[in-house]
């Protein structure tokens, strides 16, 4: 990659185990995919792979020949040692923006597609005191072809929720409808007073996989001290650090384009909600609550966020 500063961090962790049955194959297509896109429309991409608590029996990532290169994307693997039994996801991630040199960081994970808007969106990028969020949509087929793959989409992570589209409606249908019928609900709740206010809250902002694409200039991410990294696990800390920035007077914008989320099988069951996911959803209703009851919020940073005088090793490619 030429030598300048790069416009865009994209920082994702992970290692080199099963999560998802397929982990280096969703990882390895995400590179590709998104290292030719970065290319294609000239955008200086800095990519942050975190391999945090790599598993001694496995190799590590930095000996993989997976990593694309090219004149616009350049890749930098910080290994971070400790634990095989303890993988976090936010702390890792932490250490990945704490370091990266890009304009705006992309917090994301390892088998996500950005379409071909959202490298001409990151081109135009002049706004340094928001953050973007995007729509996810669960495909089901990875081939070349960007329209071929969201008609398999079986998943929409919108503002709002996550809904499941029918077998009996195409993609192509049932997206503008979804996309149509989301500010009436909105607006109907808000007229009759249904579900409480942090409710109605989560659902005035794009909460829902913010894991997936939280974007915004580097200041910010600074400002806000990164992501909560004491949780008891991952599960809606994404969604207290947009709380924390909306608390803290940061706009949030949703994008008018969707991204794309290679499917797998999850770490967390939405569905069958273990004990530490049902407190992690308490806690995210309690901290609005006190937003909108107090106008304040609790600090929920962490210290030295990121571990910035550690010393990690690190591999450019």
Known sequence: MTTSKPKLSIVLCGRNDTY?????????????????????????????????????????LTSLSIWPRNPFWSTRIITVPGDANEFRE???????????????????????????????FANSLSDESAIYRADRLNIH???????????????????????HRPAWISHELYYPLLKAYLPLRRLLYKTLKLRTASER???????????????????????????????????????????????????????????????????????????????MWTILHREIEQYLNQNALNPLSTPNWGNPKENYATTDL
């Open 141 to 163: 087929r990875r081939t070349n072809a960007e329209d071929e793959m969201l008609t398999t989409t079986s998943e929409y992570c919108v503002q709002g929720g996550m809904y």
């Open 90 to 120: 936010f702390p890792a991630k932490n250490i990945g923006i704490r370091r990266a040199t890009g304009d705006y960081i992309l917090a994301s994970n390892a088998d996500m597609l950005f379409p071909d808007a959202f490298f001409q």
């Open 20 to 60: 998802g049955d397929d982990f280096l194959n969703r990882l390895e297509t995400s590179l590709a995919w998104n290292a030719q896109k970065a290319e294609q429309h000239k955008v200086t991409t800095e990519l942050i792979m975190v391999e945090y608590h790599p598993l001694p029996d496995k190799e590590n």
């Open 201 to 279: 809250f989560l659902l005035n902002h794009h909460f829902v996989a913010a894991g997936d694409f939280t974007l915004a200039h580097q200041s910010v991410w600074h400002a806000l001290d990164g992501y909560w990294e004491d949780s008891i696990i991952s599960t809606h800390v994404d969604s207290l650090f947009l709380l924390k920035a909306i608390g803290s007077g940061y706009e949030v914008k949703n994008v008018d384009f969707p991204t794309m989320h290679q499917h797998h099988d999850r770490r967390h069951d939405f569905s069958n909600q273990s004990p530490e996911m049902k407190l």
